[in-house]
């Protein structure tokens, strides 16, 4: 893919240089230089990772032959999806459907430990909070339009929790990056979260050494801690401090 088309492609998408170096891993300012044409001859690799970023297929289908409906993209409902077969993993966001591939040991090993410290945060504390782990449905904005399935989220409102699914927006959220999910988790619904009123996004990145958290009753822009931080939770005001040492050591050892 030219430098052209990959401009085109991100006045298309929408994406600011930011978001196209962290889906890529190029460096902010290598990438402002390419498609500024300040650089000319971009090295091979840094290319190839600048087109994974916009060759990514996001929309997995237009039609399924279990739910004998054509319907275009952007139309269907949570009828549709809950009409899908049980062993198809996909999230609805704005009528489109999203693959999720079966998770990894890896992915599940850091967010199991996610959840189960705050998990015994709470239990310890007696809080009113529930949290829930993947796979459970979020109707995010009580529409017929999104249901999405969050790594980790955090629920303190006891009535939006349903026996089919929860209702409305968590109000914390934590997503483990997986490479087929980085456009999806820092564009599509960092987006989504934040018109929901989500409190707090979190993204775990192990590919990258970093988590970023984003706390949207804050003025302030996202704060970027290393992999292998001690990172407070701001909803409970930082008494919350999720450690992250053995998830920096396992990243370590994986990648």
Request: hydrophobic residues 40%; glycine residues 6%.
């Amino acid at each position: 893919m030219k430098i052209e088309k990959m401009r085109e492609k991100k006045r298309e998408y929408g994406y600011t240089y930011a978001q196209i170096a962290d889906l890529s891993g190029v460096p902010l300012g290598t990438v402002q230089k390419i498609f500024s044409g300040e650089t000319q001859s971009p090295r091979y690799d840094t290319v190839m990772a600048l087109e994974r970023v916009f060759k990514e297929k996001m929309v997995v289908m237009e039609y399924t032959p279990a739910y004998q409906v054509r319907k275009k993209p952007g139309e269907y409902t949570i009828d549709d999806y809950r009409a899908l077969p049980e062993d198809q993993r996909v999230e609805l966001i704005d009528g489109y459907f999203y693959d999720m591939a079966a998770p990894t040991t890896f992915h599940q090993l850091m967010a199991g430990e996610l959840y189960r410290q705050i998990a015994n945060f709470i239990v310890d504390q007696g809080g009113d909070c529930t949290p829930f782990i993947s796979p459970v449905d979020v109707q995010l904005d009580n529409d017929e339009k999104t249901m999405i399935q969050p790594d980790v989220i955090i629920i303190c409102d006891a009535e939006q929790i349903i026996r089919r699914n929860i209702v409305g927006a968590p109000d914390f959220v934590l997503e483990v990056i997986s490479p087929g999910t980085k456009r999806r988790d820092h564009v599509i619904k960092l987006a989504k979260y934040a018109a929901a009123e989500v409190r707090e996004y979190w993204i775990v990145d192990p590919y990258q050494g970093r988590v970023i958290v984003y706390f949207f009753e804050s003025e302030t822009g996202p704060t970027i801690y290393p992999i292998d931080a001690d990172i407070p939770v701001n909803i409970y005001d930082g008494e919350l401090v999720l450690k992250f040492q053995r998830i920096a050591k396992w990243a370590k050892d994986e990648l």
